[in-house]
Structures are given as structure tokens and as C-alpha cells.
């Protein structure tokens, strides 16, 4: 069990669908975290959330959509994916971007694309 | 020259055995440094960090950092088959205005033979 939860563990939708990836933490970090894993590919980092703003976008498609609510909370809202899209979603938190903080990852949510 | 590397293996070491794991990165003014294990189908696990030029001992885990060589090492003994997975070296390179950017090496694939 990690302290960082993300549901849901799976979701499967279509092209044209619009759903959401939730996650919480509750250790008190101020940095949250998502990545993006393809299959026998180490994780790539998407958004930075820093105090609730975002800090960091690495030229991520708009069909993505991060969302910071407050310091426990992130979200990731997902539209008009693509088949390319399905991967394993990893929010992650440190205490702060700052500095030499390791970061705490979730569980995952698998998304697959039809 | 990619960011942080890793041999991808697969590396395959008896029971009991001394695993050793390495990473080299590009980026000299990295300060922070850390060592992930991921099993099939999860979420990466940190296990260790390392900040320091010199060797970090946490029960079987031994990280060793060198930061003249740009290079970090990671020493598993008495290793147990439980110890199969892919780990991740990851780099805190620094992104802007300082805030962390974490970028993980390709993995490399361990595998403890009984």
C-alpha cells in the first residue's frame, strides 16, 4: 500500500469519451506529480503542481488536462484521447520541488484507449 | 547523449549473490539522486536516495555516488529472489527556476536465479 491513492486502478473508454484520473495524498507535500509509463519504458514526467499551481507542463497534448483543487487533491482530465494514449498513469508527491525531495509514487491507473 | 543511462540488461545473478547496478548522467550540477524498484505491472518504489559523494547503506542496499564521474551505483547483497524487477536510477536534473525534474534511466531488468 502506498500514501499516495489514484483511482481508478483501470479504465478503458472511448475516442470520444471524457473522464477523469484521480489522486490523494495526505503526507502534507506541496509538489504533486504526473508521469506517464508506457510498457518496458521508464516514466516520463508530464505536469508539476507546486502550491497548487502548475509549475511544469512538458509540451503535453491539450486532450490532457491537469488540475491542482488543493494540496491534497490532483487531477487529470482526459478528452478526445487517442489509441497512443493508453499507458500506465503515475501520480506522484514530494514534500517540495525544491531542493532534493524524493518523490512518493501511487499505484496507478492503467488506461487503455479503444 | 540521453540524460541518465542505464544498462537495460537483462542482468541475472544467483541467489546469495552480490547484484551490482549502475547509472551514468549528463548533467553535473544534478544534486540528487535515487534509486527505484518496479516490479511487473506496479508503480516504481523508492528505495534508495543518495545526496553525497560516497556510499549510503540501508539494510542490503548499498547506493555509491560520484559525482567527478557522474556516476551512481547501486549494490544489492545476499540477493533473494524477491528482488527481481526493474530498477529505475533517476536524476533530479532541475527544471525552471530550480523546481525538481525528475528523469529516469531506461531501467535495468534483474533477475535473482534460485
Known amino acids: 500500500d502506498t500514501e499516495v491513492t489514484q483511482t481508478p486502478k483501470h479504465l478503458v473508454m472511448g475516442m470520444t469519451n471524457k473522464k477523469s484520473l484521480k489522486c490523494e495524498q495526505h503526507m502534507g507535500h506541496r509538489a504533486m506529480y504526473w508521469y506517464k509509463q508506457k510498457a518496458k519504458k521508464p516514466p516520463e514526467l508530464m505536469f508539476v503542481y507546486s502550491y497548487e499551481k502548475l509549475s511544469i507542463n512538458e509540451s503535453v497534448p491539450s486532450r490532457f488536462s491537469p488540475e491542482c483543487p488543493n494540496s491534497s487533491l490532483l487531477n487529470l482530465h482526459l478528452h478526445a484521447l487517442q489509441p497512443e494514449d493508453s499507458a500506465l498513469y503515475l501520480c506522484?508527491?514530494?514534500?517540495?520541488?525544491?531542493?532534493?525531495?524524493?518523490?512518493?509514487f501511487g499505484d496507478g491507473t492503467r488506461l487503455s484507449i479503444l | 547523449q540521453k540524460e541518465v543511462e542505464q544498462n537495460s540488461g537483462p542482468l541475472s545473478v544467483p541467489e546469495g549473490a552480490i547484484a551490482s547496478l549502475n547509472c551514468t548522467y549528463s548533467?553535473?550540477?544534478?544534486?540528487?539522486f535515487f534509486w527505484y524498484r518496479q516490479y511487473s505491472g506496479k508503480s516504481p518504489e523508492l528505495i534508495m536516495s543518495?545526496?553525497?559523494?560516497g556510499d549510503k547503506e540501508d539494510g542490503r542496499f548499498t547506493a555509491q555516488l560520484n559525482k567527478a564521474s557522474q556516476y551512481v551505483s547501486l549494490l544489492i547483497r545476499d540477493s533473494q529472489p524477491s528482488d527481481s524487477a526493474t530498477y529505475l536510477c533517476?536524476?533530479?536534473?532541475?527544471?525552471?527556476?530550480?523546481?525538481?525534474?525528475?528523469?529516469f534511466g531506461q531501467g535495468t531488468r534483474l533477475t535473482i536465479n534460485p
Open positions: 548533467d553535473r550540477g544534478s544534486q540528487s
Open positions: 533517476a536524476v533530479n536534473l532541475g527544471g525552471i527556476q530550480g523546481a525538481q525534474k525528475l528523469v
Open positions: 543518495i545526496y553525497s559523494n
Open positions: 506522484a508527491s514530494s514534500l517540495s520541488v525544491w531542493g532534493v525531495q524524493p518523490q512518493h
